[in-house]
Structures are given as C-alpha cells and as structure tokens.
C-alpha cells in the first residue's frame, strides 16, 4: 500500500481552511492559461468568472485530496482497522486494487470514498478524488452566492480580476517580453 497527496481535513473547519487556502493559486492557474490563450483585457473580462476560478479551486483542491493505493485485501485490512467508518466504493468487486481517501467528519462514524481500478491507477486516483469532492467536501467548503468562505474577487490577497489584468498587461508592457520565456 502508497500515498500520495497531502490534504486530509480532520473537520469541516479544517477542509473550508484549506479550501480558502487555494484561491491565491486557483487565479494564478487561471491567470497563466488566459496569458497563455492569449486573451486580452476584453476577452479576459468576459471568459475569466467566479465561476471559472471556483471550478480551478475545487479542482486544485481534489487533486491534493490525500489517497491510499492498495490491493482489495490491503482496504478491507484497512476498514477492519478503522470500524467506525463506513464504507463508500465505486467499481466492479472483481478487480484486485483500491483506492481510498478516508473523510472521519462525514457519515456516523467517517466515510471511507473509495474506488477499484484494474490497470488505470492515474484514472482510478481522478475518479476517487472528483467523486470525494462531489460526495463530501462540496457542502462543506462550497462559498454559495454570498462568498462567504474566501470570495474570489477579493481572495485574501487584495487582488480582483482586475487587478489580475492589470497585472498582465505590465507584464508585457513594462518588460517588452514574455515571463514565459525567462
């Protein structure tokens, strides 16, 4: 059995914490890839959301979700161990390996979200990190309309959209280069 990643909220308080942690990196991510399609300040404006730099933060976050990769028998060993949760699988009982990522909030007890995968470990790892987000950590960490757990226009950084424009267009302005290439 491996892990990999390194998100593992103990509560709800500590996923919305980490949650709100990416919203710096979520608009850097979307920054680069709108200077990298070229967009300019028009194009930017009307394609950049909340809604586009939401979706890269739920993203980032279920990526770095902390994961167990092991055989079938290594994950009921593991669910014997830890009794108190439940277990949640997505799958065919016929294959040898799992994948898991254990939630100890969610449930009674804790929630063990888990998927089996037969050869494809990087596509079993994404189908166990969305179906986490989506089953669990969504309700917890989500901003809703009211932008309440770190909003995007202002993501704790004193920067907006924009100010993520402007800051572009020094970029190319000022330096008379692209950053990409230094």
């Known amino acids: 059995m491996d892990t990999e990643g390194t998100l593992a909220p103990e509560t709800p308080d500590e996923a919305r914490e980490e949650y709100d942690e990416l919203v710096p990196a979520a608009k850097v991510a979307v920054r680069e890839a709108a ?57 065919s009982e016929n294959v040898e390996r799992v994948v898991w990522h254990p939630v100890p909030f969610a449930g009674e007890g804790g929630v063990a979200v888990a998927a089996t995968f037969h050869e494809e470990r990087e596509a079993a790892l994404g189908t166990l990190r969305r179906r986490a987000f989506g089953r669990v950590y969504r309700e917890h960490v989500s901003t809703g309309d009211d932008g309440e757990n770190g909003t995007v226009e202002d993501g704790g950084d004193g920067t907006d959209a924009d100010g993520l424009e402007d800051e572009r267009e020094g970029d190319d302005e000022q330096s008379g280069t692209d950053d990409r290439e230094a």
Do not use: N, Q
């Open 35 to 91: 200077k990298a399609m070229e967009f300019d300040r028009e194009e930017y404006g009307e394609r950049v959301t909340r809604e586009v730099i939401e979706t890269v933060r739920d993203a980032l976050f279920a990526s770095l979700l902390r994961v167990h990769v092991g055989t079938s028998e290594e994950f009921e060993e593991w669910l014997d161990s830890h009794p108190e949760y439940e277990s949640d699988v997505a799958g």
